[in-house]
């Protein structure tokens, strides 16, 4: 009997590239048809073009299709939420559909998976990602912040572009977590791993939608979902800023005592500023474990479907 493989695409506002998608995915699709019964999962993450008319195309490949229609743009971690809750396969492969992950490695990842690597993670060759000057910035900050200080160990510059067998899918599924982060869940849960180098190829079609700001809001994400160090690190701060405080009024007594005038203005207000400063900033450390803890506790769904086909 034939093994069943998931291929799970995202899709927001690419109506430029699914023609191009199209053409790659019935070559790669003609190619492993003959080994494997292959399902394509094509979720439409709330587009505002025409990507849901043009994934009609798309539904004459050889395989079995499945078209996921959000009510609107829930965000590419939701996206693979859905993908992951619909796939039936044995193997379950993501990738973009930007086709700056390139495809062609799909037949690569299946041999590897059936040399017994329950994950295969795909990495970008070096640190350039041929998206443009602030997405290679913002990613390259992204990967540091969270090495630095993520409790879990994630592979730098590789984006949701791989590979998991149906066992690890199952222990994903029992993940309750409403702020998705993939990459981080899918290093915690271990399994037999391995990462497999690919060149980013530069976007030909449309434009990214996934800015500075969001992969700065991913960063936040992962960091709150799998570190607690920024809250001890705030108690250290805070604990280093006690004593220099008891050092000044120590020597504030001492000035005093010996008769000395001092305006204090201009250290009053640096004072404020910096310990102001830095209250502040650490509220807003709290306030965002405060805030995961809210939606957590909302328990609203992931994503809404508006149609499935």
Known sequence: MMKQVSIIIPLFNEETSIGA??????????????????????VNDGSTDNTSE?????????????????????GHQAALKAGYDHCTGEAIICLDGDLQNPPELIIKMLDLWESRYDIVICRRKGAKQNSGYLKDISSRIFYKMMSSISEVEIESNAP?????????????????????????????????????????????????SYHFLKMMRLALVGVTAFSTKPLYLSFVLGFIIIILDLLYIIYALFVHYNGETISGWTSLIIAIMFFGGIQLFFLGVLGLYIARIFIQVKERPYYIVESYN
């Open 21 to 42: 998608l199209h053409a790659v995915l019935k070559t790669i699709i003609g190619q492993i048809n003959t080994t494997y019964k292959v399902e394509l999962i094509l």
């Open 54 to 74: 043009k994934l009609k195309m798309i539904e004459f490949l050889t395989c079995e299709v499945r078209v996921i229609n959000f009510s609107r743009n829930f």
């Open 160 to 208: 949701d572009f791989r590979l998991i067998d149906r066992k690890v899918l199952t222990e994903l599924l029992k993940f309750k977590e409403r702020e998705l982060f993939f990459r981080g869940i899918i290093s915690w849960v271990g399994f037999k791993k391995i990462v497999l180098e690919y060149d980013h190829a530069k976007r030909e079609h449309g434009k990214s």
